[in-house]
């Protein structure tokens, strides 16, 4: 029996206290599932810390990151006892011996290739543990209004309706080419600056452009209105933004880098945020203190060259997609019964084209957290959810799907933002596995597709006044397009990793025709600066029934006439 350990025993050897509660139920969950003392976590925790070059305290989102590589770990090691030989993912590690760090003796593999869903293994199977229906799931199949429509955009035009014979052509384009495997965690600070202020003169300049503007030193005493640019940030590591902790950040260039106070008093509108790019028009008199007359933002991306799309007519008949974020099964258990409900709305409905989003075998479930599984994450997704996507395409041949993992995916080797596609699950040429995030095109229109809750980052931290009512989801979106980037947030949130070499896939190059980004903010279609934007919401949430979308694209030229969506409640 596996012994338990107490949250003040874990406290004390960690140097933590009763505000981490979180990282010190993390530690105890990680003794749990791998029959460790903390001492020997701690040991792994350090080595860990040193060779990733980041800070000995433990933080939520980097032992998790320790703990999904324990767990890929283990799983190599129990494939190699089954095979009795040496796994795949070792012959490839011994092939890239050049590497520089080699972190396989603290238990981590930062070398994978994203072999960890090879069907070449034995399959074992779920234990029924695992998959007994909970109190939670017998009342979702037992709910009243299933499949209720709770939202929708452009609700006057026609369904396409169920079709069996009919075989429309689909057109599927990567507009970007999706994200190759990299090394993370090896980010220096001088680098992770360096790209910070590539970011910050990339944006400047933009802005100088776009307003025709040129810049002065906002940290230097002055007694006439200048223009300058800078990033928002905070006076204080800790809180959310306010008015009177407002600073601006400036380039090496501009102003070495340094801050001055930002004085937003006067004005009548504003929403800032941490990270936020901006210029600025105003006086500082005295030297410490920017009095703001005026907040300039960015301008959105442009459209994409027409050229590059390739635009499918099937004789004026639209295309419907049905859209769905994880998790996928309910907190009690592990018996994926959402999905085979979606599974089985999708045959009956017949859909052309179904996105899915992670997480898929999420690492926070808490039968996962807590230990309290026996079949591991590779052996649930292939049989709790290859199964049933091979049954839908089995049963509907016309019908393509695409797979986008979360961070949070415990069968994903990246457990971070920027993420490459799946692996090894590709069995049949209708599932297209997708980059997180990505942009495709569909018979001409142009998707981006972010599987990050940037949207709820962004609400806790940004201070906002307004002299007229506005949507707040509609400002939160309007962020995104004008940071060009789908995580504009600096510092990013404790729950996000980011890594900053990677920030070239996470910009938001064009404006895109449709943006998908599922958020825990309740689901909604917002049209912003011409854009459809819809939230899925998630299909499940923890006890109870989520949603999702069903989205009709219709091969017109006029965006606001070519997208019908409708939002259901599971």
């Not at 350990?5 to 981490?20: C, K, R, W």
């Not at 080595?47 to 998790?64: C, K, M, Q």
């Not at 201070?463 to 504009?488: E, I, N």
Request: hydrophobic residues 35%; aromatic residues 8%; neutral net charge.
């Amino acid at each position: 029996m596996t012994a338990r350990y107490s949250e003040t025993t874990i406290a004390n050897l960690y140097g933590l206290n009763s505000s981490d509660r979180e990282v010190i139920q993390e530690i105890g969950s990680i003794c749990q599932i791998f029959s460790m003392t903390p001492e020997q976590v701690k040991f792994k925790w350090e080595a860990f810390a040193l060779n990733a070059n980041i800070s000995l305290t433990p933080s939520v989102g980097y032992i998790r990151l320790l703990k999904n590589n324990l767990q890929r770990e283990f799983n190599r090691t129990l494939k190699k006892r089954r095979t009795g030989g040496v796994s795949t993912n070792e012959r490839i590690v011994t092939k890239r011996a050049v590497m520089p760090v080699d972190l396989s003796a603290y238990g981590l593999d930062f070398t994978t290739t994203h072999d960890d869903l090879d069907t070449t293994t034995n399959v074992s199977t779920v234990q029924d543990s695992d998959i007994k229906l909970s109190p939670e799931t017998h009342r979702f199949l037992n709910r009243s209004e299933p499949y209720h429509l709770d939202g929708q955009h452009n609700g006057q035009l026609v369904r396409r309706g169920i079709v069996i014979d009919d075989h429309p052509q689909i057109s599927l384009k990567y507009l970007q080419k999706p994200i190759e495997p990299y090394r993370y965690m090896f980010e220096k600070i001088r680098e992770r600056a360096d790209e910070s202020n590539d970011r910050l003169d990339y944006m400047g300049e933009m802005l100088s452009s776009y307003y025709q503007k040129t810049f002065s030193n906002p940290v230097r005493q002055n007694q006439e209105t200048i223009f300058a640019f800078g990033r928002i940030c905070s006076d204080t590591n800790e809180g959310k933004l306010n008015e009177q902790s407002v600073l601006l950040e400036t380039s090496k260039e501009l102003g070495m880098g340094k801050r001055v106070r930002l004085d937003i008093g006067r004005l009548q509108d504003y929403a800032l945020f941490p990270g936020q790019v901006v210029a600025v028009q105003g006086i500082n008199h005295h030297g410490h203190s920017f009095k703001v007359e005026s907040v300039y933002m960015p301008p959105v991306p442009p459209k994409i060259d027409s050229s590059k799309l390739e635009f499918v007519n099937n004789e004026g008949k639209p295309l419907e997609m049905i859209t769905a974020a994880g998790p996928f099964t309910l907190d009690g258990d592990l018996s994926f019964k959402p999905l085979e409900v979606l599974v089985q709305k999708c045959i009956e409905d017949r859909p052309d084209i179904v996105l899915l989003m992670g997480p898929f075998i999420p690492a926070t479930h808490p039968m996962i957290a807590r230990g309290k599984i026996s079949t591991s994450p590779e052996d649930l997704f292939r049989q709790q959810i290859e199964v049933r996507l091979k049954n839908l395409l089995d049963t509907c041949s016309n019908t393509q799907i695409l797979l986008m993992p979360h961070a949070d995916d415990m069968t994903h080797t990246y457990p971070l933002f920027p993420q490459p596609p799946f692996k090894n699950l590709q069995h049949d040429p209708r599932i297209k596995l997708l980059s997180n995030p990505s942009n495709i095109s569909i018979n001409g229109h142009v998707f981006s597709i972010a599987n990050i809750d940037i949207l709820f980052r962004l609400a806790r931290q940004e201070v906002y006044k307004s002299s007229a009512p506005a949507d707040r989801f509609s400002r939160l979106l309007l962020h995104l397009f004008q940071q060009h980037t789908y995580y504009p947030l600096v510092p990013t949130a404790e729950e996000d990793s980011i890594d900053s070499s990677r920030l070239v896939d996470i910009q938001i190059s064009w404006k895109p025709d449709i943006l998908i980004i599922p958020s825990q903010f309740k689901h909604f279609v917002k049209n912003v600066e011409q854009v459809v934007c819809i939230n899925p919401g998630h299909l499940t949430k923890h006890q109870s029934a989520g949603s999702y979308a069903r989205v009709i694209l219709y091969p017109t030229d006029d965006i606001n006439e070519r997208v019908r969506v409708d939002l259901f409640k599971l």
